[in-house]
Structures are given as C-alpha cells and as structure tokens.
C-alpha cells in the first residue's frame, strides 16, 4: 500500500467520525432551538422568530444528513472534497442564523433572561467544538460567523450598550478557537497513528498470508525430498537376526545414515555416518554414500575398499567444510566376527559376556576430508564370543540433553551395558532411558545407534 492510498484512507476516516460528530451535535443543536423559540416566544412571539427556528432546523437537517450520504458514497463513487465543503458551508449558514438571534427583541423578557439572546449561541458555539474539530479551519469559519452576526445583530438591536460585550464575546471567541485547534491536533495525530497501525496490521498480516504459502511450498518439497532421500537410503530389505539399529532425526530428515547390506557370501555389511549439519543439507550427502556402499557391499569387497571409494565420492561432491564421521563394518555369517574401520565417530564399544568394555577408537580421518592420496584405510578385526554386543552410535547419543541442558553422557552408558544381561537385545531399553531423560526436550542432534548381537558360534578366525 503506497503512502496516498494511505493518506486518502486517514482523510475518509477523520471525514467520518467529523460528520458522525456533526449529526450529533446538530441534533443538540434542533433541540436548543426549539427551546430556544419556545422560551421567547412566550414572551414575545414574533413572524421572525418562527422563520429563524425553520432556517435552523432546515440547516440541521442539511447536516444531519451528511454522515449519511458519506457512508452511501464512499469509498466506490464519493468526493471527500465535496463533503467537506458542504460540512464547512453549512456550519457557515449556521452560525449565522444562531448569531441572528440577537436581533430578537428582549423589552418583555424578565431581566433573568435578556441575556438569553447572547448566552444562547455562546452556548452552542462551544457544544460545536466536537462537530469542527477535526477540521479547525471549518469551526474558525463557523466561529467567526456566529460570532460577527451575534454582535453586530445584537448591536444592531440595542444600540451602543451592547458594545461593552464585544470584548467580553472576542475573548470567548479566542479561548474556544485555542481549544478547538489543541483538540484538532491531538485528535488528528490519534487517527493518524491508528491509521499507521492499522495498516502495519495488514501488511504484518499479508506477510504471514505470504509466510503461510511459502511454508506450504516449503512442507512439501520437504515431504518429496523425505520420500526420496527414504528410498534411496532407508529402504533396507535386509533384517538379519542379532543386528539391531534405530534413528532419530533431529527434524524431518535424518544427518545420520544407516544401512546394513547382506553380501553374496552371506555377510553382513554395516555403515552408520554422520553428515556435518542437520536437515537437507546433510540428507543430500547421504544419498551418494548410500548408493555407493551399497552397491560394494552387495559385491562382497573389502571394508577398506568401500572405505576409500567413499571417500572419493564424498570429496568430490562435499564442500569444502563437510565431512562424514562414519563406521564401516563387516560382520561374518555366525556372527562370530568383524572387520571395522572407524572414521571420526565416537570409539566403537564391544562389551563382552564377562562384563569387560571393550574400546575401538577412530583411527581415521572422517569421509571426504582428505584426497585419495592422504586418506587412511586402515581396519581392525575383532572376534565376537556368544554373549558379547557391539554397539555403534554417533555423538548425538552421549550429548542428548535434558531441559536443563545436562548431557545424557557415556558414564550412563556404559552403566547401561553393564546392567542388560545376555538375552535380547539391549537397544530397547537404551532407546526408552534416552527418551525418558530427554523427556520431550527439544533434540540437538540426531541420533543413531547399531547394537550387534554376537552369534552362538565360537570365533576360530578374526575374521572368515
């Protein structure tokens, strides 16, 4: 909205409280004159005195009626320009008829009332301040008008005595247009300053219409983009047994990528990464490295392999300053053994059926940091006995917070471990003790965690 819309819309609404407060006051003012015309007259009827109270109420109706042509007219086919003209012209007619008055004859009247024809049209000169003030120019008009007739028609009438109440009625005259004008501008300053809210309404309103539909737009490229990132890396057909993995993302898409690939000898091939950033951003990188380890493992190559032609792709499409913190693992048929590289994600634990931690720190460097010249593939192989758990996670497991901002930590992890027995899996109850100590508390990143179950079979070889 341009600033004349704006200004032509402050206009229209002091025009319509102005003539709303002019039909007021005009009606005060038909009252006053019929009492007016009913106190002389019972003293002193005169043919005058009806054609002034019939000039007066002919004047009133004139401007009684202007608020409603206004709201018949506007805004489709009205001129703010003529309405107020016709509200400045007839308060003009008016105060000239209520200054009239003072050519009535006083002689009958008691001396209680001879001041009737002056106190009168005072009195209505200062009930009109409210059916002027928005347009001081008007009432100065007006005032000037009633009071020139009042004088001079009531000098006309009474001869040089009545001089003495020119100053008197000047100085009144002076004090009313001193109020009128304070009035006028603080009252014009109020409408314009709701004016300029009002319109900081519609456009603060118009921006959350504009908000609303890019929020829109924005919910379902998201919900596209989930759909396919799902596909692409989370449609997982494998579920061998003893190999157990849950994800929570941080928001709608997951940093964080899972997979498990069974190979054609009948391993099975596990990577956890974590993306730098949350969110899309992140999401996007998954999607390569997702294509990539699973077509290798699905071929059966080595973990230091998959590794470094992870590393490649990641480098070349990454920015500079994005990387993925990830584990690559290979877990036999018995599960009786693994063969694991570790890059960047928090050491890898194995807790063995005696209760004893087993620690398996990152040795490299995350996916994408460094070219295929300076990157490390370096791998560890582990023997797994019946009642032993590996757990892989990324850091958003040990920093999940509570609402006091306390971190969930390792400590509690490894308490954790240690009280699970052999059976079953131990994710289940790791996954309800991190939601019941985040209880609801807004995530600050996602989480991702891998539990392998060792197999009944006793591991000869590190790994077949």
Same mark, same amino acid.
């Given at each position: 909205m341009n600033m004349t819309t704006s200004a =032509?819309? @402050?206009?229209?609404?002091?025009?319509? !409280? /102005?003539? +709303?407060?002019?039909? %007021?006051?005009? $009606?005060?003012?038909? *009252?006053?004159?019929?009492?007016?015309?009913?106190?002389?007259?019972?003293? =002193?009827? @005169?043919?005058?005195?009806?054609?002034? !109270? /019939?000039? +007066?109420?002919?004047? %009133?109706?004139? $401007?009684?009626?202007? *608020?409603?042509?206004?709201?018949?007219?506007?805004?489709?086919?009205?001129?703010?320009? @003529?309405?107020?003209?016709?509200?400045?012209?007839?308060?003009?007619?008016?105060?000239?008829?209520?200054?009239?008055?003072?050519?009535?004859?006083?002689?009958?009247?008691?001396?209680?009332?001879?001041?009737?024809?002056?106190?009168?049209?005072?009195?209505?000169?200062?009930?009109?301040?409210?059916?002027?003030?928005?347009?001081?120019?008007?009432?100065?008009s007006y005032l000037l008008t009633l009071m020139g007739s009042l004088l001079l028609s009531y000098t006309w009438r009474h001869g040089m005595q009545a001089l003495v109440a020119w100053p008197l009625f000047g100085l009144f005259g002076v004090l009313l247009y001193c109020i009128a004008h304070r009035y006028s501008q603080t009252l014009a300053d109020t409408l314009s300053a709701r004016n300029e809210m009002e319109q900081a309404h519609r456009e603060l309103a118009e921006a959350n219409r504009h908000l609303l539909e890019q929020h829109k737009i924005l919910a379902q490229e998201e919900s596209i983009a989930r759909h396919v990132f799902e596909q692409l890396t989370l449609a997982n057909d494998e579920h061998p047994p003893g190999i157990h993995a849950w994800n929570q993302?941080?928001?709608?898409?997951?940093?964080?990528?899972?997979?498990?690939?069974?190979?054609?000898?009948?391993?099975?091939?596990?990577?956890?990464?974590?993306?730098?950033?949350?969110?899309?951003?992140?999401?996007?990188?998954?999607?390569?490295?997702?294509?990539?380890?699973?077509?290798?493992?699905?071929?059966?190559?080595?973990?230091?392999?998959?590794?470094?032609?992870?590393?490649?792709?990641?480098?070349?499409?990454?920015?500079?300053?994005?990387?993925?913190?990830?584990?690559?693992?290979?877990?036999?048929?018995?599960?009786?053994?693994?063969?694991?590289?570790?890059?960047?994600?928090?050491?890898?634990?194995?807790?063995?059926?005696?209760?004893?931690?087993?620690?398996i720190p990152a040795d490299n460097l995350p996916l994408g940091v460094v070219g295929d010249a300076e990157f490390t593939d370096h791998c560890t192989r582990h023997c797994l006995t019946a009642g032993d758990r590996v757990l892989v996670y990324s850091d958003g497991l040990i920093e999940a917070e509570n609402h006091e901002g306390v971190m969930w930590g390792r400590k509690r992890l490894l308490a954790l471990l240690t009280e699970v027995d052999g059976s079953g899996p131990a994710l289940e109850r790791l996954r309800a003790e991190i939601l019941e100590f985040t209880n609801l508390a807004p995530p600050s990143d996602d989480i991702s965690v891998i539990e392998i179950e060792a197999g009944d079979t006793t591991c000869q070889e590190a790994v077949a």
């Amino acid at each position: 909205m341009n600033m004349t819309t704006s200004a =032509q819309e @402050t206009q229209a609404e002091q025009l319509r !409280l /102005l003539l +709303t407060q002019t039909a %007021t006051a005009a $009606r005060f003012a038909a *009252i006053a004159a019929l009492f007016s015309f009913g106190v002389l007259a019972a003293y =002193q009827y @005169t043919p005058w005195l009806v054609a002034w !109270l /019939l000039g +007066t109420l002919g004047v %009133t109706l004139v $401007r009684v009626q202007l *608020i409603d042509d206004f709201r018949k007219c506007y805004p489709a086919d009205c001129s703010l320009a @003529t309405l107020e003209r016709r509200h400045q012209y007839s308060g003009i007619v008016s105060g000239l008829l209520w200054g009239l008055l003072g050519l009535h004859p006083v002689d009958n009247l008691p001396l209680a009332l001879q001041s009737f024809t002056l106190l009168s049209p005072a009195l209505i000169a200062t009930a009109a301040l409210n059916s002027h003030v928005l347009r001081v120019d008007h009432y100065r008009s007006y005032l000037l008008t009633l009071m020139g007739s009042l004088l001079l028609s009531y000098t006309w009438r009474h001869g040089m005595q009545a001089l003495v109440a020119w100053p008197l009625f000047g100085l009144f005259g002076v004090l009313l247009y001193c109020i009128a004008h304070r009035y006028s501008q603080t009252l014009a300053d109020t409408l314009s300053a709701r004016n300029e809210m009002e319109q900081a309404h519609r456009e603060l309103a118009e921006a959350n219409r504009h908000l609303l539909e890019q929020h829109k737009i924005l919910a379902q490229e998201e919900s596209i983009a989930r759909h396919v990132f799902e596909q692409l890396t989370l449609a997982n057909d494998e579920h061998p047994p003893g190999i157990h993995a849950w994800n929570q993302p941080m928001g709608t898409l997951s940093g964080d990528l899972i997979q498990v690939v069974r190979g054609p000898d009948g391993s099975t091939y596990v990577f956890l990464g974590d993306f730098t950033g949350h969110g899309l951003p992140a999401a996007l990188g998954a999607v390569p490295a997702s294509t990539v380890f699973r077509t290798m493992a699905e071929k059966g190559l080595d973990v230091a392999l998959i590794a470094r032609e992870l590393n490649c792709k990641l480098n070349t499409l990454l920015p500079t300053g994005y990387f993925c913190c990830a584990v690559i693992m290979k877990v036999n048929p018995e599960r009786c053994g693994l063969e694991l590289w570790n890059g960047g994600l928090p050491p890898v634990l194995i807790r063995r059926h005696d209760g004893y931690f087993e620690e398996i720190p990152a040795d490299n460097l995350p996916l994408g940091v460094v070219g295929d010249a300076e990157f490390t593939d370096h791998c560890t192989r582990h023997c797994l006995t019946a009642g032993d758990r590996v757990l892989v996670y990324s850091d958003g497991l040990i920093e999940a917070e509570n609402h006091e901002g306390v971190m969930w930590g390792r400590k509690r992890l490894l308490a954790l471990l240690t009280e699970v027995d052999g059976s079953g899996p131990a994710l289940e109850r790791l996954r309800a003790e991190i939601l019941e100590f985040t209880n609801l508390a807004p995530p600050s990143d996602d989480i991702s965690v891998i539990e392998i179950e060792a197999g009944d079979t006793t591991c000869q070889e590190a790994v077949a």
